[in-house]
């Protein structure tokens, strides 16, 4: 019999002290911090930056590993303008990166991911707080897709039930996001603020 696909967790560090970071973690007994920020640095929050974090979660028997360059953020437009399989997203980089999220480096980071996930409890991480301004959301529908359970960890005693962003179609573990309907307002795809998701 094939085991359950496991439930993922989502955190963003935003600026917490490494300690109240540690302690969301340990509160949802995660085993295995997976950080996907594609620049893994920074000076604004030192403590965040990989290599110290990555002793900090350790000290606290957490391990770590740095999945940033198959799932990090910030990527440039790589479909042709009359491709609109994403173009539900309003928000440019969050377009941008639904349309990397197409191809195969995308799809062996999330293989690596499942394959973590599958020995030890996950939380892949970035830097944005709220995973809705963050490409963790468009991570998360791919491992929705794929059959994952996914909860993103909002603040203490506060843990979510991640669900399929509205709009998003999925086929054999892929996800696009095609043109809303005319009637469809839109907003929920144009009110991301950040300029590029993190």
């Known amino acids: 019999m094939s085991q359950a696909p496991a439930t993922v967790y989502t955190i963003g560090h935003s600026t917490r002290t490494i300690d109240e970071f540690i302690a969301l973690l340990k509160e949802s007994t995660i085993e ?3 950080d996907i920020r594609r620049f893994p640095g ?8 990989s290599a110290t974090l990555a002793t900090s ?3 606290a028997g957490i391990d770590y590993s740095w999945l940033g360059e198959a799932l990090g953020g ?3 437009h790589s479909l042709p303008a009359d491709d609109l399989r994403n173009a ?3 928000n440019a980089s969050f377009r941008y990166y639904a349309d990397y999220a197409l191809s195969p480096a995308f799809a062996a ?3 690596a991911l499942e394959g973590l996930a599958g020995r030890q409890r996950c939380a892949i991480m970035c830097s944005e707080a709220v995973w809705w301004r963050c490409h963790r959301r468009i991570v998360t529908d791919y491992l929705i897709a794929r059959g994952h359970p996914v909860r993103h960890i909002m603040a203490p ?7 399929l962003t509205p709009g998003a179609v ?5 996800v696009t996001y095609p043109p809303a309907p005319l009637t469809h307002t839109g907003d929920l795809f144009a009110s991301v603020s950040e300029d590029h998701p993190t």
Request: aromatic content about 8%; glycine content about 12%.
């Open 32 to 34: 295995r911090l997976v």
């Open 88 to 90: 539900l997203w309003q």
């Open 170 to 174: 999925t086929d054999h573990g892929g």
């Open 157 to 163: 005693g506060h843990v979510t039930d991640a669900t």
């Open 42 to 49: 920074s000076r604004r929050w030192p403590q965040f930056t």
């Open 57 to 59: 979660v350790r000290d």
């Open 74 to 76: 910030r990527r440039r």
């Open 109 to 111: 980071g999330l293989d």
